[in-house]
């Protein structure tokens, strides 16, 4: 009888510990576990090979970034997150919805749209752009790019969540899953691999293929492909690329530092070309289209410039669709 007893005690007192390892505890074991496999991929089987002296000074400021963004707000943001979910998650939009299953489901996907337009708002808006460069400022992608991230971009788009929180109600385990699964396909979708069937894949999620097109130095394909977990929003809104990009990164010469990079958040830098269409075969191209727009308005002095510009936008998107048409055929 005794045994029998101290046997109970002794599993309750088991069950009691594993009941203090937390979610929260699990979620970061499972991302620090999916960051070393892409790692050792990396290593072992890259998809391209990197420099060795820039990979290393690339893992070093990233992880640094990831270190300091940590202390500072990053682990608070998350348990902000779950402290507001755990209050709202009783109210909003989806607190009428009874079946757990399909709740659940539904928020993964409102959480993963509303990081969409974040991010699309982050390329289209100056202000945004200013801190968000800093993630685009890497020129080799692997799997620590994920935590090049600002401090400033941390804090905004937790606003942002917290928002979408009190509007739609999400509870505090949809919340801790969606912020789970979006760091590991973040880690994922930054890593220098390629594997078979990677674009079948990318009919639902965003893959390494689809995302390299966003870290492109030219304008017209660095603002495509905005997902973070699935692909099908780019696909809805018509902001869906598929090609190879010729470079990564932003133009110009990018800091090297960490500190050179938190200052680099908040001052005026360079953003992605428009498009490669300075060449003399686009020119005569570029001012006959400049030339019917201004007949349309009547040849109104003033509007020279804009003419031009709106031209060569135009000349600009019909050459990015022809290419990556052609991309698309070259692959099939």
């Known amino acids: 009888m005794t045994l029998t007893m101290n046997a109970s005690m002794n599993l309750f007192d088991a069950v009691a510990v594993w009941s203090m390892i937390t979610s929260f505890d699990l979620a970061g074991f499972s991302i620090l576990m999916f960051f070393t496999i892409l790692f050792i991929i ?3 089987r890259p998809r391209k090979k990197l420099p060795t002296h820039e990979l290393k000074n690339s893992y070093r400021v990233n992880i640094t970034l990831f270190l300091f963004n940590s202390l500072v707000l990053s682990i608070m943001s998350i348990a902000s997150l779950l402290i507001v979910a755990e209050h709202f998650s009783g109210a909003g939009i989806l607190s009428g919805m009874s079946n757990a299953a399909i709740k659940a489901a539904l928020s993964l996907l409102l959480l993963d749209l509303v990081f969409y ?9 100056d202000g945004l752009w200013l801190f968000h460069k800093v993630h685009h400022s890497e020129p080799h992608l692997n799997v620590s790019t994920a935590y090049r991230v600002h401090i400033l971009e941390i804090l905004a788009v937790t606003l942002i969540k917290v928002l979408s929180i009190v509007i739609f109600g999400f509870d505090k385990a949809s919340v801790l899953a969606y912020e789970l699964l979006m760091m590991l396909f973040v880690m994922f979708h930054h890593a220098n691999i390629a594997f078979s069937r990677e674009q079948n894949l990318g009919y639902l999620f965003i893959t390494p293929y689809l995302h390299r097109v966003h870290h492109s130095t030219v ?10 977990v699935f692909s099908i929003w780019d ?4 902001t869906l690329a598929e090609l190879e990009p010729n470079q990564i990164g932003i133009n110009g010469k990018p800091p090297l530092t960490f500190l050179k990079l938190l200052k680099f958040g908040v001052t005026q830098g360079p953003k992605a ?7 003399q075969e686009t020119m005569p191209m570029i001012a006959e289209a400049a030339y019917f727009k201004a007949e349309k308005r009547g040849f109104e002095p003033g509007n020279e410039m804009y003419d031009w510009l709106e031209a060569e936008q135009d000349i600009a998107r019909k050459l990015y669709t022809r ?10």
């Open 235 to 238: 696909r809805l809104f018509g």
């Open 117 to 125: 337009f974040w991010h699309k708002a982050c390329h289209d808006f």
């Open 323 to 332: 290419r990556s048409v052609m991309e698309r055929l070259c692959l099939e």
């Open 273 to 279: 070309i428009p498009f490669d269409v300075g060449g």
């Open 42 to 44: 990396e290593t072992h």
């Open 219 to 228: 304008r017209v394909e660095h603002d495509r492909n905005y997902g973070a």
